[in-house]
Each structure stands twice: as structure tokens, then as C-alpha cells.
């Protein structure tokens, strides 16, 4: 099956600085969406790309859809302690109605 | 909206026990899912549906049967529960496979 692969594994970093992280795939996809998932919750949307090359931010996230359409970046500016979770890129590929998840990114944010 | 709900929240299994995970949602959408997830991984396919009537398999979709009678109902059934089945379960739903998925609060499964 479709393998997305997420790095880093994990990330513990100091309040206040910046994250970055990213997620490619073996096959091209048409969307990509960044979720975060705190403990013992379901994922929530955080961002949502349409197009190769797009970038979009929500506060202090920006993400984008690389141009190759087999990646995808997300980056965290200026984190606070509530940003601890797992970060998961997810999306379709251009064939078909599944949909996938990457590995994960687990943030630790220390204050 | 109560969106995504599910349940139960918490269940216990014998091994060879069947039993069946509720999912509905109120939001009218065609496409819904049922993830698993284990320990320090992500989130893998069980079953999918693009609307009432028309399920498809997913990428684990083996010990696992899924129906949809109705656009707003998606259960889960497990046969013959298997340790292996031990697990979170999430249900999502969306308007169609490329837009956004709203997940519910999950069902953390244990068979014994």
C-alpha cells in the first residue's frame, strides 16, 4: 500500500522556537492535509493544500504542497507549550478514494 | 451538529467474540471511513464508503465487515475479535475523499 513517511520521528524543542517537518510519498497526491491529534482525542484539521506549489497558513502554521505533488512541508513559528501533540499529513492519491495517513511527527514544546 | 459519534467508547473482548462499533454523523456527508491505530503509528484504512450502499475495502481491511443501509450510519463489525484487533478505531466522514475528514472520539478496543 501507500507508504507516507514523516520526519522527523520526533521533535523536542524549546518554547518559542521554530518547527519545521515535512512528509513525502511514493506517488503523486492530490491533496494534502496536516492534521494534529492530542492525546486520547481523534485528528483535527489544521490545514488543507489544493495545488502544487500552494501555500497556506493558519496563524502561526504554514504549509505547502510541494511541486512535485509527492511532498509536503509544515512549519510552526514561534511555539507554545498547546503545540505538544503528533502532527500526520494525509491525503488522497491521484487514483482512487482511499485516503492515507504519514507516520507522525510527535512535538514536545519545553517551557 | 453532534458531528462524528461513536461508540462505544471503551470496550473488552474475549478471543472469537463478535461485536460491532457504532459510527454516525449528522453532517450528511457521502464519505466515511474506520481507521485503526496502534501504538506510535498512524492511522491505517479499515473500510471506506462513498455513499449508502457502496462500501470498499481499505488497507487493512481483513477480520473487519462494514455496511452502509443509511448516509448517516457506518458500523464496524468484528466476527471473530483476534488480539491483533486490539486497537483505537477511529470513524470519519467528509464530502468526498479529498476534502477534510472529521473524526469522532474513537473506540479503544482490548481483546483478550
Known amino acids: 500500500g501507500q507508504q507516507l513517511n514523516q520526519s522527523p520521528q520526533s521533535m523536542f524543542i524549546q518554547e518559542g522556537e521554530d518547527v519545521s517537518m515535512n512528509c513525502t510519498s511514493s506517488s503523486i497526491f492530490n491533496t494534502w492535509l496536516w492534521y494534529k491529534q492530542d492525546p486520547g482525542e481523534g485528528p483535527v484539521l489544521l490545514i488543507a493544500?489544493?495545488?502544487?506549489?500552494e501555500l497556506t497558513s493558519n496563524g502561526r502554521l504554514t504549509a505547502q504542497f510541494g511541486i512535485t505533488r509527492k511532498d509536503s512541508f509544515l512549519n510552526i513559528s514561534a511555539s507554545i507549550p498547546s503545540d505538544v501533540g503528533i502532527y500526520f499529513c494525509a491525503g488522497p492519491p491521484n487514483t482512487g478514494n482511499q485516503f492515507y495517513f504519514g507516520t507522525g511527527t510527535s512535538l514536545t514544546v519545553i517551557p | 451538529n453532534a458531528g462524528v459519534t461513536q461508540t462505544p467508547k471503551f470496550q473488552v473482548l474475549k478471543t472469537g467474540q463478535s461485536m460491532t462499533l457504532q459510527c454516525a454523523q449528522d453532517?450528511?456527508?457521502?464519505?466515511m471511513s474506520w481507521y485503526r491505530q496502534d501504538p506510535g503509528m498512524g492511522l491505517r484504512l479499515i473500510h471506506y464508503s462513498v455513499g449508502a450502499g457502496i462500501t470498499d475495502q481499505g488497507e487493512v481491511p481483513n477480520g473487519y465487515n462494514v455496511s452502509r443501509s443509511t448516509t448517516e450510519d457506518f458500523p464496524l463489525r468484528l466476527l471473530s475479535a483476534a488480539p491483533s484487533q486490539t486497537s483505537v478505531y477511529f470513524c470519519?466522514?467528509?464530502?468526498?475523499?479529498?476534502?477534510?475528514?472529521?473524526f469522532g472520539p474513537g473506540t479503544r478496543l482490548t481483546v483478550l
Open positions: 493544500l489544493y495545488k502544487a506549489g
Open positions: 470519519a466522514s467528509s464530502n468526498g475523499n479529498y476534502n477534510e475528514q472529521f
Open positions: 453532517m450528511n456527508h457521502e464519505y
